[in-house]
T-cell receptor, first 115, second 112 residues
Framework: DVKVTQSSRYLVKRTGEKVFLECVQDMDHENMFWYRQDPGLGLRLIYFSYDVKMKEKGDIPEGYSVSREKKERFSLILESASTNQTSMYLC??????????????FGQGTRLTVV | LAKTTQPISMDSYEGQEVNITCSHNNIATNDYITWYQQFPSQGPRFIIQGYKTKVTNEVASLFIPADRKSSTLSLPRVSLSDTAVYYCLVGSPEDGYSTLTFGKGTMLLVSP
């Protein structure tokens, strides 16, 4: 079974802290994604990566950065956490397109509360 | 990227067939149509994917007309456990679906 594992299910951090959210996948997927999900807003893409050390901004990258030093691990970094970053964060991975069908696999999510 | 439009919510009863339609007027030639399901406090889960005509698996069927400007997810004989949010996405495997863009989805509520 494909597994995408997020390091924490729940996190509480203080305003101004530097926060690391870790995501690991075990299927050798090229693509990895970070989303946040808020009530009424659906899933919004923060950053994605299609290869080691490669990253692309998604729709809402402000206040976030990412790191992908190894293929299996994709980290989301909140440089200075703020209360408006309280949200559910979801990581996903998918194989690179080969001309056929493909699907993305999601982690269970990290519910981050910034106080 | 092609934008999708789907109903915000739908209601059904146990045992009924549910059809959720998604509009994607600007779908590109190489785009596939994919549906995901999400339960509360969980990540989305792949349901079905197709390019044209009809695709069926053990969970659902996906109907895609010839012009591919819309698609319909069909859930046969729903149960209470099918209560979830359903997302329709379009994207090309040739770019690795490198930007999976989710809309707000359709909240399906199944009642006894």
């Amino acid at each position: 079974d494909v597994k995408v594992t997020q390091s924490s299910r729940y996190l509480v951090k203080r305003t101004g802290e530097k926060v690391f959210l870790e995501c690991v996948q075990d299927m050798d997927h090229e693509n990895m994604f970070w989303y946040r999900q808020d009530p009424g807003l659906g899933l919004r893409l923060i950053y994605f990566s299609y290869d080691v050390k490669m990253k692309e901004k998604g729709d809402i990258p402000e206040g976030y950065s990412v790191s992908r030093e190894k293929k299996e691990r994709f980290s989301l970094i909140l440089e200075s956490a703020s209360t408006n970053q309280t949200s559910m964060y979801l990581c996903a991975s998918s194989p690179a397109g080969t001309g056929g069908e493909t699907e993305a696999f999601f982690g269970q999510g990290t519910r981050l509360t910034v106080v | 990227l092609a934008k999708t439009t789907q109903p915000i919510s739908m209601d059904s009863y146990e045992g009924q067939e549910v059809n959720i339609t998604c509009s994607h007027n600007n779908i590109a030639t190489n785009d596939y149509i994919t549906w995901y399901q999400q339960f509360p406090s969980q990540g989305p889960r792949f349901i079905i994917q197709g390019y044209k005509t009809k695709v069926t698996n053990e969970v659902a069927s996906l109907f895609i007309p010839a012009d591919r400007k819309s698609s319909t997810l069909s859930l046969p004989r729903v149960s209470l456990s099918d209560t979830a949010v359903y997302y329709c996405l379009v994207g090309s495997p040739e770019d690795g679906y490198s930007t999976l863009t989710f809309g707000k989805g359709t909240m399906l509520l199944v009642s006894p």
